[in-house]
């Protein structure tokens, strides 16, 4: 934020030292980038009246004029301006001035280097002097005439003085929180806090609107259906209004906040945003149909023409400020060519509203269109500024455009501002800050920013936070505010003393603690992969929810253009990856975000997944490694899940094949708990084995972490002082149906209630021609003990008879020899 220190003087007077001032500035947390000193671009350049114009005797298109400059004397001067008349107030070079510009100066952009003005005879008639353009001044590049000042000035002041050269602006950088900095006011309000000055706020009263004959004005309404996204909207309406050029005052003050001048009406709200931090836009209004000003959704449509000529693609949540029958601009962000000022304008709607900071983020990012404009309503506005900017505008229209307001302030206001009002104890400050301020000096800063305090008894305050501040909301930020004002050299370098605080355990943060732990010790490494992946293969792994794929607006590539559905495509990319360069074994999991659109809403869901390949154990001498497969990898699963002290068993059950297309027709298992289905596991593919060139059994696993919360802790789990007497072990085959799924064996024995069984582990499940067609023999080993004896063989042998009896009739199983 560019800030002339002419301007700044409307405001408040300050007297210190340049040096101080930035000093005091950057250490409130505004820095100071930059100091550009304006000096003037010319010398002896003195405020004169034309009096007369009279034609040259020897040139058809020069002009003898005879000037007053008040005490500087009168002067015959010669000109061939086209835009000379009697009465004209101008600028007038004396002979010996310097000037710095082009044309009939030096055109050396540089005072020191500039020749003085010489005395000079034009086709025979003494010339005394030089009536300026902007151009010889150095002010711009315009020399289509001379420069004309209002009517009103001091003649012979010299026109430095009434430029206000010169001149020193100061560069301002303005953190995102700070958007009530981002004005002459703002800057002004702080500057006054810091220096505890007076400031002088302005005040703007609503014009007394009388009907004028021949005004044939149409009532003006405004509709808000987005109150949500606006809750505030001010228009104004003005007719008789003169489109044309700004004085010379406005259009330098624009130009020294780095912004450029067009016309009266486009200049007036440029400066009336400099000034008061509020933007503002001017419709035409005869090009409004209706004369309805509706504040809606894009909806439907899809393209937009801006100020710029550049057809603007939107998006259906965009928020627009439109009639009855088009759009007419994008809120907050820049107007439409369909409305825009122009010369023929003679009617304005002026607009003055609230937007919702996010909203206006999101659309000037996603454009690439960033405003004067869309810069404040990002960073906040003052909520409660939009009268107060529209009547000021209102008056600058009046008074250098002619126009009249034909009504009072439309102010359409759904979702009034909610006051925020913070208990405040001075003692929570002073350990935040880690020093004591006393009470009445506490008071005297936070009115200082605009706060307004009141006691609350017992030593506490009740502080009301000013509307053009919407980051204070809470004792820390009133504590910032406090600090900041004094410096923080006034704070001791010392640590506060603070009263630590143990915060409650997160079940869910332990929880995934656990399973990565588990998983590490299981002996896979944890992977991180990135979110985009490829179209492919969201639709090859399309995932556990059910989702349609999220698409990227703006992809790195066209490999990475959607948001991952599944954890699995990343780390068989990895994988592949790894095996690439020579790796042998790839074990791996990760736990991340995967997304999608579901029933419409972009929405995002936690994953634990894993892959194995390759040798999971290394073999002994002698003996072969362990190579990953289903057996292995579920083992690790059940071990991570029982680890959580699940209250609920799990349960593995042959998977659709349209559910997962990616698993091994025959070799895959959905994962459940108590119908809820967690997850999947299996064996990858042949179709992906070929894809990823893979000569080795892959297998995988992926589960829904949120489902996993529902029935699983991260409690700790008693530990069990091991048992006193031996258990006695008793192993029996059985011949079954090759159908029946062998873990019907393990749950049948377990639910026969046999005194002293233990457990009953699966070890063994054979098919080979030895045996019937159509069977296939599972072996089971079952252990008895007792906890206050060694068990005799005899008992044992009963209880197993017992057993073999009941499982062989409850599974219609024979004994195998």
Wanted: proline content about 7%.
């Amino acid at each position: 934020m560019k800030l002339p220190l002419s301007w700044l003087k409307e405001f408040v007077t300050v007297e210190v030292e340049l040096e101080e001032l930035c000093q005091r500035l950057t250490v409130a947390g505004l820095e100071v980038e930059s100091i550009d000193h304006i000096g003037p671009t010319f010398t002896e350049v003195y405020i004169a009246k034309i009096l007369g114009v009279e034609r040259h005797p020897n040139a058809d298109r020069l002009n003898l004029c005879d000037v007053d400059a008040g005490p500087a004397g009168r002067f015959r001067v010669v000109c061939g301006a086209p835009n000379v008349y009697p009465g004209m107030t101008a600028a007038l070079a004396k002979v010996g001035a310097r000037l710095a510009g082009g044309a009939h100066g030096s055109g050396s952009g540089t005072l020191e280097d500039a020749a003085p003005l010489q005395a000079a005879t034009i086709r025979g008639v003494h010339s005394e002097g030089m009536l300026c353009s902007e151009l010889e001044l150095g002010m711009s590049k315009d020399h289509q005439g001379i420069l004309e000042l209002p009517p009103g000035v001091t003649l012979g002041e010299p026109l430095a003085n009434y430029l206000q050269i010169p001149d020193t602006v100061l560069d301002i950088a303005i953190t995102p929180n700070r958007g009530d900095c981002l004005s002459i006011l703002g800057l002004a309000r702080e500057i006054a806090a810091l220096f505890n000055l007076k400031l002088k706020i302005p005040r703007f009263r609503q014009a007394k609107v009388a009907p004028q004959a021949g005004d044939g004005w149409e009532p003006v309404a405004v509709e808000i259906r987005a109150p949500e996204l606006c809750p505030r909207y001010a228009a104004l309406p003005m007719s008789h209004v003169k489109i044309g050029p700004s004085p010379i005052w406005l259009r330098r003050r624009l130009e020294l906040c780095g912004m450029r001048a067009l016309n009266n009406v486009v200049d007036i709200t440029n400066y009336v945003m400099l000034e008061l931090g509020q933007p503002l836009h001017a419709f035409d209004a005869a090009k409004i149909a209706d004369h309805g000003v509706v504040v809606r959704h894009a909806g439907d449509d899809r393209e937009f023409v801006t100020l710029d000529g550049t057809s603007r693609a939107l998006n259906q949540n965009d928020l627009m400020i439109a009639d009855r029958e088009k759009p007419l601009a994008i809120a907050g962000v820049m107007g439409g060519q369909n409305s825009e000022v122009s010369a023929e304008t003679s009617t304005l709607i002026l607009e003055s509203a609230y937007f919702e900071p996010n909203t206006i983020a999101r659309t000037a990012r996603r454009l690439g269109l960033r405003s004067e404009a869309s810069y404040r309503f990002e960073r906040g506005i003052d909520r409660a500024g939009q009268v107060n900017a529209v009547l000021r505008t209102s008056e600058l229209i009046g008074q250098l455009a002619g126009g009249r307001v034909v009504s009072t302030v439309l102010d359409v206001e759904p979702r009034p501002a909610a006051p925020r009002v913070i208990d405040f104890d001075p003692a929570a400050m002073a350990a935040i800050l880690g020093v004591t301020i006393p009470p009445a000096e506490v008071k005297r800063r936070l009115r200082a920013v605009g706060a307004t305090v009141e006691n609350a008894g017992r030593g506490k305050l009740k502080v009301s936070a000013p509307s053009f501040r919407p980051d204070i909301n809470e004792t820390a930020d009133l504590a910032e505010e406090v600090a900041r004002l004094a410096g923080l050299s006034e704070i001791p370098a010392i640590p506060p003393v603070r009263t630590a605080l143990v915060p409650p355990p997160d079940s869910a943060r332990m929880l995934v603690r656990k399973v990565r732990e588990t998983l590490n010790g299981c002996g896979l490494a944890e992977a991180k992969t990135i979110g985009f992946v490829a179209p492919a293969d969201n639709e090859q792994f399309p995932g556990l929810a059910g989702t349609e794929p999220l698409r990227v607006t703006n992809p790195l590539s066209s490999e990475l253009s959607e948001m991952r559905r599944s954890l699995l495509p990343g780390l068989l990319t990895a994988l592949r990856f790894n095996l690439n360069r020579e790796a042998s074994a790839f074990h791996m999991f990760e736990i991340g975000k995967v997304f999608g659109m579901l029933n419409g809403v972009a929405s995002e869901f936690e994953r634990v997944a894993a892959v194995s390949y390759g040798d999971y154990a290394m073999g002994a001498i002698g003996r072969p490694s362990v190579q990953a497969d289903f057996v292995s990898l579920k083992g690790i699963l059940e071990t991570s899940l029982a680890t959580l002290a699940a209250s609920r068993k799990l349960t593995f059950e042959p998977v659709p094949s349209s559910f997962a297309p990616y698993l091994h027709p025959g070799r895959a298992a959905v994962i459940k708990s108590e119908g809820e289905q967690l997850g999947v596991i299996g064996e990858l593919h042949p179709h992906q084995m070929l894809r990823l060139d893979l000569t080795s059994p892959c297998v995988l696993f992926e589960l829904d972490m949120a489902l996993v919360r529902t029935f699983a802790t991260a409690a700790r789990q008693p530990v069990l002082a091991p048992p006193r007497f031996p258990a006695i072990r008793r192993d029996l085959a059985l011949l079954l149906d090759r159908d029946l799924p062998a873990k019907r064996v393990t749950e049948t024995i377990a639910a026969l209630n046999i005194p002293m069984l233990e457990s009953v582990e699966l070890f063994d499940v054979y098919e080979g021609e030895s045996l019937p067609a159509g069977k296939k023999s599972v072996a089971v080993a079952c252990r008895y003990r007792r906890k206050d004896r060694t068990l005799t063989d005899d008992e044992v042998n009963r209880m197993h008879a017992t057993l073999v009896e009941q499982a062989s009739s409850r599974l219609g199983a024979e004994l195998r020899q």
